[in-house]
């Protein structure tokens, strides 16, 4: 076997040009043998570039790059050659576990049942966390509400579910997640019950808003809950299946007008308590709590971190993306019947394709993050919402623009991806801490854009004048993003975002002199 033998590139090229019969089952063994070893023990020829490799060949004797025949004679041969030279090129440049021989399979290590629960709990959640922007337009035609407070009534479960992150996540790590998650579950009954029984006032609608944010802040409950029994190397992989729960919201928009239409918006709430019960059962009987145990973090942490220049940045960022994509997405079905006279089920409808994009599009930004880099991906991001929101500013078609509010609301939840993809660079130490801080600023930059938009239509008597402003929102997050990036790159991260290969290289105490 060409493993046992433990043949080098060198070794294979001399195949190559003698015309070797054992090339051929020999080079798809060489290429899974390169892949799964060690970094530090590959071969120098591996490790080599690409250009250097094309130098050597073409300086062969046996190719001779401007003899068009013997190119021809031996084109296979070369291009093997080169094509191993650039697997082993881009293998260069990735980030191999040392034994990743030796490690087990996604579905045969941790806890998969916990995995399905969390995202169910989670995709349950955010469906509630959302519920009265699916059926804003119900209850604003029931009480009368100006535009203002139909965004103030749909802004309210943001604001609170971002606020009630900073307790539920220390709470989990303080009780256990599946505590916390039956505490959340149990307290999410009491605004469904309101809205189902008790809601028939505005201030009670106000108040049943306020209590949603408990549904809204699984997030931080969700999460540690999965990823906490998986190893490193599968993180990507949980929390990527987790944060499919946003696609809540996609259920939201698309079920609950058309229940309100047989039944009564009232009655939804009644039916989400239901399901509530469902999903509490299968929770309390299948989540199990993960062996491993973490620190709670001090109040010492967050105050330092508070100290740093660029937590505000990616605040800024963060309440630009997530901020956008939760509030938008929540506001959308009020702006589209206003806006273009439909009917509520088809405004939901509507709705719900264009949050779609965003949710499943989230998992994108990491993927492309990590491989072309987290700051070109936000720079792509930003251009893009903003040439989009503006055209939808604009547009008096209803295609055209539920066209241009998928463009928006996916490339917001790309830029979700992209930004905790530079998130744990920047603050590897304090991971937890900084990841609760950002993303409660995204949350408070959701409960801001439906209360602009609202007081904005009252005033003007259009929503093409928050477009706009959400439009120069990306603008100013675009340009600060290419200010503060030279001081970034070769800091403490790659050439666009990339993720540095070695951490020891730029110490943390490098990084202090960026504080306030």
Known sequence: MLLSQNIHVEDLSTMFKKNHSDVWWALPETLFSLCRRRRRHRPVAVRRPLLLGFRRCLRSKRLKPFSFPSLMKNFHHYVIY??????????????????????????????QPTLVCALLYFTFSFMVWVLLGALGNYIASDFGLSPFEKGLMIALPILSGSLLRLVMGPMADIIGAKKTGMVGLALTLAPLAGGWLWADSVGRIYVVGLMLGIAGASFAVAMPMASRWYPQRHQGMVLGIVGAGTLGAFVAMLLAPRLAEVFGWRAVFGIAAI?????????????????????????????????????????????????????????????????????????GEWAAVCVFSGGILRPLGGWLADRVGGIRVLIGVYILAAM???????????????????????SFGIGNGAVFQLVPQRFSKQIGTATSIVGTAGGLGGFLLPLIFGELKQITGSYSSGLYGLAGCSVLALFILLVVQHKWIGLWVGEGGMARRAASIFPEETLKTETL
Request: with cysteine; net charge neutral; charged share 15%.
């Open 82 to 111: 080169h094509s191993l030279l650039f697997i082993s090129f881009g293998m260069r440049h990735a980030q191999v576990s040392p034994d990743m021989h030796n490690q087990e399979p996604f579905w045969k290590v941790g806890h």
């Open 275 to 347: 399901v509530l019960l469902a999903v509490m059962v299968v929770f309390v009987l299948v989540v199990r709590d993960a062996p491993r145990k973490v620190e709670a973090p001090k109040l010492s942490e967050y105050s330092n971190l508070f100290k740093e220049k660029d937590a505000y940045l990616f605040c800024l960022f963060y309440s630009v993306t997530f901020g956008g994509f939760v509030g938008l997405a929540s506001f959308l079905p009020v702006m589209l019947w206003d806006q273009y006279q439909i009917s509520k089920v088809q405004a």
């Open 388 to 410: 989009s929101a503006w055209l939808a500013a604009g547009c008096s078609s209803l295609g055209a623009c539920v066209l241009l509010m998928v463009l928006v609301l996916g």
